[in-house]
Every structure is written in structure tokens, then in C-alpha cells.
Antibody, heavy 120, light 110 residues
Framework: QVQLVQSGAEVKKPGASVKVSCKAS????????IHWVRQAPGQGLEWLGW????????NNAQRFQGRVTVTRDKSISTAYMELSRLTSDDTAVYYC?????????????WGQGTLVTVSS | QSVLTQPPSVSGTPGQRVTISCSGS????????VSWYQQLPGTAPKLLIY???QRPSGVPDRFSGSKSGTSASLAISGLQSEEEAYYYC???????????FGGGTKLTVL
């Protein structure tokens, strides 16, 4: 079954970091970008960045430069997104999603989402 | 404030045709393909349209997309009650060097 399965909900204090995982199965992990997109409560979608699982190259949204780190472990078909220096504004559902590396057909598969709550 | 501009809401009755607009800039919609996503309450987004007008397998042909210049549109014909959801457009932005989304449009089926 083709799917992306994310790690569970997290509660963090302001100033801390959070690391969310995204395990791919049912397809060739290295053939698709992994994007990270978040959605604050009652708000729209916001892109954080992507990783090329094949070569490991990344591209992050300018407003998150220096705060977001996207990595991957090819051996277990898993991507990670770490967000540091958390504030209450980072409370959101974080999604990973894939896009074909070589023949883009949109972001065609999404994980179930991981709720990150930042609260003192 | 989102880089791509969508109307906050649209509505229609069952069987009607509705359109949702998405306005961008030269560096986004003007130069790059647009995709559209449907988000039902409490679920992850689902791809409806890619490359401006292409439908993934399994998406009904009642959904169609188009693009002209720096604007794109999603049309839904034969509206059904289960299509009440939020709809988002997205594109690459060459100036921002990243993916940008519209603010989302809530479709209400009356």
C-alpha cells in the first residue's frame, strides 16, 4: 500500500525543538521529493520545505531559514523535519507529502498529519 | 497573507457549476504550473488538478482546471453535497524559490 505514515502528536514548550518523522512505503522512496507543509488551527496551508531523498538536497522556505532542518534516512525510507526555537505560532498540524522527482504531477500523496502543540 | 489570492468562500446548490479563482504573479502562476487540492474537514489535502488542467486518476471529470496569464481557476460542475470542503491552489514561486499556496476557499453546498 502506497502511504506516508507520520509520527504521533507532540507537546513542546516554547524555545524547544520538535522532530517529526515520515515513513514511506509502497513506492520507491528515492524517486519522489518529500515536502513538509503545515496548517495552523483554522488557517490555510503553509510550505516549509522539501528534501530530495535521492541526493539529500534540501530547499526551505525563506521565512523558516535557520529554524527548519529536513533530513532523510534512505535505509528506512523515512524523512524527518525538525523545527527549532518553537513559539506558540508554531502550533499546527504538520504534513509530509510526496512529489515525483522527475515528472512532477503535483503533490499526490499526503501523510496523515502530526499535531504539534507549543504551550508553556 | 498568502502569496496566491483566492476568494474566502463560494457557494452553490447541488447540480450547479461553481468556479474558484487563484491569482498570482509573474514569478508564480505566470511561469509555473498550478495544482489544486481539496481538503475535507479533519483530513489531509487531496490532489485534484496538476499542471493547470490535468486530473489524477480517480478524480471525476466534473473537476476541471484552467490557467491564463497570472490567474488560474478550478471549476466544479454537477456540484454534490459531499464536495463541501476547502480548496487550495498552489504553485512554485521563482522569486521566493519555494512552493506557495492560496489562502483557501470554503465551498458551501446549499
Amino acid at each position: 500500500q502506497v502511504q506516508l505514515v507520520q509520527s504521533g502528536a507532540e507537546v513542546k514548550k516554547p524555545g524547544a525543538s520538535v522532530k517529526v518523522s515520515c515513513k514511506a512505503s509502497g513506492y520507491t522512496f528515492t524517486g519522489y521529493y518529500i515536502h513538509w507543509v503545515r496548517q495552523a488551527p483554522g488557517q490555510g496551508l503553509e510550505w516549509l520545505g522539501w528534501i530530495n531523498p535521492n541526493r539529500g538536497g534540501t530547499n526551505n522556505a525563506q521565512r523558516f531559514q535557520g529554524r527548519v532542518t529536513v533530513t532523510r534516512d534512505k535505509s528506512i525510507s523515512t524523512a524527518y523535519m525538525e523545527l527549532s526555537r518553537l513559539t506558540s505560532d508554531d502550533t499546527a498540524v504538520y504534513y509530509c507529502a510526496r512529489e515525483d522527482l522527475y515528472d512532477s504531477r503535483g503533490i499526490d500523496l499526503w501523510g496523515q498529519g502530526t499535531l504539534v502543540t507549543v504551550s508553556s | 497573507q498568502s502569496v496566491l489570492t483566492q476568494p474566502p468562500s463560494v457557494s452553490g446548490t447541488p447540480g450547479q457549476r461553481v468556479t474558484i479563482s487563484c491569482s498570482g504573479s509573474k514569478s508564480s502562476v505566470g511561469r509555473n504550473p498550478v495544482s489544486w487540492y481539496q481538503q475535507l474537514p479533519g483530513t489531509a489535502p487531496k490532489l485534484l488538478i496538476y499542471r493547470n488542467e490535468q486530473r489524477p486518476s480517480g478524480v471525476p471529470d466534473r473537476f476541471s482546471g484552467s490557467k491564463s496569464g497570472t490567474s488560474a481557476s478550478l471549476a466544479i460542475s454537477g456540484l454534490q453535497s459531499e464536495e463541501e470542503a476547502y480548496y487550495y491552489c498552489a504553485s512554485w514561486d521563482d522569486s521566493l524559490n519555494g512552493v506557495v499556496f492560496g489562502g483557501g476557499t470554503k465551498l458551501t453546498v446549499l
